[in-house]
């Protein structure tokens, strides 16, 4: 029996084996078709639920596909490997990708666990890890991210990031945690490149000063702890370097430092540190040392090494160095400190004749401070003009006649008064502060004389000799710069003789032989200062377009002297007079002196017997007398103290 019918049967009191009356009979019919229609429509609805939730799972289903492949091309896209583990039941999964990353192949039904990725951790990394990871399951951490290096299967460590997130039960207990691994490797090469770049020179590959600070910050501690560890800095200067580098080109430079850079690594123990500061300056940074004399030992054969000549691009370089050494101790507690004392005692032994070693002392220091002291007032002295010109004759010995003047820069110090040039040009010269000196210098002197020409009918043909620093013949620009000012000045170019020093001109022979020419095509006159002094130039003296050669002072002021340099003189003057050139005497102060260079020929002269140095209204006053038909000035009687004042 349909189970409609029997409960309707139930409801009525009525049997299955017992018939109802009409009326009851009616009634129970009325019921069931009732009873059947309610079912019918209880059925329909049903079905229509039915068919509804059918599509709404069935969108869902299309939604979690979607966002199932989101995800993947996401992950594949952001090329990271996916891990999941299980921490209830200790169950890991690694994505192939992961797999890959480090390299990793299984067989088939293999599932690698939790120490497929911890024990492939680097040992110095693998601690960090651990306890990050501990202290995120722990609930310290909102997530889990470290880097760190894995070993991949081929031998190599991979640097990986990871990331993580725990999922917690409901008494924040962590039971899953799961994230990625992705590859940073080519990222931190390129991270250690650039930390790299930054504390190494990119020319020699040495240690820059960054890098230098770092060593020495550690070796200050080190004998702070104990005193026993000895260290000490080596600062080098190669000497001439600048003339190498401006004669034969930047590439013939960087050969040469590179050069060096091997010479020096070659001399030093892997533990020390051999830097670049930058340009020609080097520091060597020499650890656990037994004595001083370790360090001299160390400094000797560095001094010797670069004496060797060096072949750079297919020429023979010799050059030299200056090093200055500074001894570590705890008293030291910058490492400034240490390279600056360093630096101190190599100027020092390049002030004492380069190709040499000093050892700092506490003495440098205040002689240091009182260099740079000297710097500054240089600097303010250019700025307020405090620099002045004076002038001494150069007369012709036969005839006792002016052609000239050499014009000599003095400083009048608003303190000490007038300072010579001695003192003050070989820190001009070091700052570079000569250049502009000397622009003034040349300047000044040929707008003076060409006044002194407008004004002065006696000086029409007279000359007026400048001298040039180093720095100034190795400037490209010089041969431009002379002409500019005597374009200017309007001073005829044969009336300008500029005076080279001996030494100036060995430093660099071959820039030296085309800067004469450059000048003499010009038709400025140009002489060799202080001939006798500097290096043996015999050999290029007939090579070099000079009018005149100046016999240093030093020779003439022995002349009498039972004899003494009187030989020496002779010759210059019987070399000059084989050459065509005309001969200068610095220094005359004697009439013995005069009678005996007259006696051997000697074209000209200047010194106090004549005249000493005189200012701008002393020369105006001495050439007014000239066109007045006076003779030249008298000679100038001088005692003994005003013979050794400086001239220059």
Not at 101 to 117: N, Q, S, T
Not at 405 to 411: K, N, S
């Amino acid at each position: 029996m349909h189970p409609l019918l029997d409960e309707q049967l139930k409801r009525l009191s009525l049997k299955k084996d017992t018939l109802p009356s009409i009326r009851r009979w009616q009634s129970f019919l009325s019921r069931v078709n009732s009873a059947y229609a309610e079912s019918d429509q209880e059925r329909l609805l049903m079905e229509r639920s039915l068919r509804d939730s059918s599509k709404d799972m069935q969108g869902i289903y299309d939604q979690l596909r979607e966002s199932e492949n989101r995800y993947f091309l996401a992950a594949q896209g952001a090329n990271d490997g996916l891990w999941d583990w299980d921490l209830i039941h200790d169950d890991t999964y690694y994505s192939s990708r992961w797999l890959e990353i480090l390299g990793l192949v299984f067989p088939e039904g293999h599932k690698p666990g939790r120490d497929c990725w911890l024990d492939r951790i680097h040992p110095n990394d693998r601690d960090k890890v651990v306890k990050e990871l501990d202290s995120h399951l722990d609930g310290k951490t909102h997530h889990f991210e470290n880097e760190h290096r894995v070993k991949h299967t081929d031998g190599s460590y991979r640097w990986v990031l990871i990331r993580g997130l725990a999922v917690r039960d409901d008494e924040g207990k962590a039971c899953r945690i799961a994230g990625s691994l992705t590859d940073i490797t080519a990222r931190k090469r390129t991270e250690e490149k650039l930390e790299h770049d930054a504390a190494h020179d990119a020319l020699t590959g040495l240690p820059n000063r960054k890098r230098l600070k770092q060593c020495l910050e550690t070796s200050i501690r080190r004998i702070k702890h104990d005193s026993r560890n000895l260290f000490a800095v080596l600062f080098i200067d190669i000497d001439r370097f600048k003339t190498i580098n401006d004669s034969m080109g930047h590439q013939a430079g960087d050969e040469l430092l590179l050069t060096i850079t091997r010479k020096l690594n070659s001399l030093v123990r892997p533990n020390d540190v051999v830097a670049r500061l930058g340009g020609d300056e080097f520091v060597i940074l020499v650890e656990n040392i037994k004595d001083r004399d370790q360090v001299l030992q160390i400094a000797e054969r560095i001094l010797i090494t670069l004496q060797q000549p060096m072949k750079i691009l297919g020429q023979k370089i010799y050059t030299s160095a200056s090093v200055g050494i500074a001894m570590g101790s705890g008293e030291y507690e910058k490492p400034e400190d240490l390279v600056r004392d360093a630096d101190i005692a190599m100027y020092r032994a390049k002030t004492n004749g380069k190709g040499r070693f000093e050892v700092f002392d506490e003495g440098m220091h205040s002689g240091a401070v009182s260099l740079m002291k000297l710097e500054i007032d240089l600097r303010r002295a250019y700025e307020k003009k405090e620099f002045v010109l004076h002038y001494q004759p150069i007369v012709a010995l036969e005839s006792e006649e002016i052609i000239g003047f050499e014009a000599l820069v003095r400083w009048n110090h608003p303190v000490r008064g007038m300072v010579p040039p001695s003192e003050f040009i070989p820190v001009a010269e070091d700052t570079g502060l000569i250049l502009p000196i000397g622009q003034w210098v040349l300047q000044e002197s040929c707008r003076q004389m060409s006044q002194w020409q407008r004004e002065h009918d006696s000086s029409r043909s007279m000359i007026i000799s400048v001298n040039l620093s180093a720095r100034q013949i190795e400037r490209k620009s010089l041969i431009e710069e002379i002409a500019q000012t005597l374009t200017t000045t309007e001073l005829p170019p044969e009336c300008l003789r500029l005076e080279i020093t001996e030494s100036v001109i060995m430093n660099n022979p071959e820039q030296a032989i085309v800067s004469v020419n450059d000048l003499r095509e010009m038709g400025v006159r140009v002489s060799i200062d202080d001939f006798g002094t500097g290096y043996s130039s015999l050999g290029y003296l007939h090579k070099f377009p000079v009018d005149t050669l100046k016999v240093d002072r030093s020779f003439i002021n022995r002349i009498g002297n039972e004899g003494e340099n009187a030989e020496i003189v002779q010759t210059i003057i019987t070399l000059a007079a084989s050459l065509n050139m005309e001969v200068v005497a610095e220094g005359i102060e004697t009439a013995e002196q005069l009678d005996f260079l007259r006696h051997i020929n000697c074209n000209y002269g200047q010194g106090y017997f004549y005249s000493r140095p005189v200012d701008s209204e002393g020369v105006g006053e001495m050439l007014g007398k000239l066109s007045a038909g006076s003779a030249l000035v008298e000679p100038l009687v001088v005692n003994e103290d005003a013979v050794n004042e400086l001239l220059h």
